[in-house]
């Protein structure tokens, strides 16, 4: 089991660098989504896989040779009445250090949810749009929409339509996936990045939506006027992502990859 995990988490950095020094900044933003999204499954499954033509057969041949038995000391029988050393070895409980793990990073996903169905309270009957009181927050929860009061109407409008590209792409599915993967991998920093990264990814793909038919300037100009202080959670996607914003703007003004850049993807 040791040997595998290592594999895994081996594979996955290789997967994650590929994704870094190729990929990231592509305008193939599905492709990207694909990508973060299965390999990290391959990854799992690699370990399992034998290909015949990457394997060396060693030839291993067993000698056996029987020597003259040879005696040294005294040739007579010693008896003794005294027990025989007992030799304690220490052995490190990995499997319950795993489910350890496994328990506390479940009670804090647990608690995660807990604190985000309060938001639920504010929720109308019939309404997938869901208004926080005293708030400038948005974000996305599968197909509900959580939008602050204080946000004005204009921003609003534009607020909105981002976050229904959310809903309607299902990307909270994706990072439910990844909030499983960090509870059965809790230990693996990768899975980590590996969320973090499809997060960026998918407000890559909102924005570029969302600005389909309307003025980037106007779209940049909400992102940075716009007061915002939400409370970050790792399964929703958030509008105001302070850390986000700069490479949002700079990925809706790069000019869409070209064609030839797919061939990366055959990596």
């Known amino acids: 089991m040791g040997s595998y995990i290592i594999q895994v988490i081996c594979f996955q ?13 592509e305008t193939f933003f599905s492709y990207n989504r694909i990508y973060l999204l299965v390999t990290p499954v391959i990854a799992l499954a690699l370990p399992f896989i034998k290909i015949a033509m990457l394997q060396t057969v060693v030839p291993v041949e067993t000698f056996a040779s029987v020597l003259p038995e040879v005696v ?17 070895s220490f052995t490190i409980p990995w499997l319950q250090i795993y489910m350890a793990g496994v328990v506390i990073s479940l009670v804090v996903l647990i608690i995660k949810i807990k604190k985000f169905t309060s938001y639920f309270s504010y929720k109308q009957k019939g309404s997938s749009i869901i208004e926080i009181p005293s708030s400038t927050e948005a974000f996305t929860f599968f197909n509900y929409i959580f939008i ?4 004005d109407t204009l921003s609003r409008k534009q607020i909105l339509t981002h976050e229904q590209i959310h809903a309607k792409q299902g990307h909270t599915w994706d990072l439910i996936f ?12 990768i899975t980590y990045l590996y969320q973090k990264n499809i997060s960026i990814v998918h407000e890559y793909l909102a924005d570029q939506k969302a600005t389909e038919g309307i003025s980037k300037y106007t779209y940049y100009e909400e992102l940075l006027n716009t007061a915002f202080g939400t409370s970050k959670l790792s399964f929703t996607n958030t509008f105001f992502n302070q850390s986000l914003i700069k490479k949002r703007i700079v990925m809706l003004q790069k000019s869409k990859s070209q064609k030839s850049a797919l061939a990366k993807y055959l990596l």
């Open 13 to 25: 950095a290789l997967f994650l660098a590929v994704y870094y020094l190729l990929l990231r900044k």
């Open 148 to 151: 602050g009061a204080d946000i």
């Open 72 to 88: 040294i000391g005294d040739t007579a029988v010693i008896t003794s009445t005294d027990p025989a050393p007992v030799t304690e």
């Open 178 to 189: 990844f909030e499983i993967l960090k509870v059965v991998l809790w230990f693996n920093p």
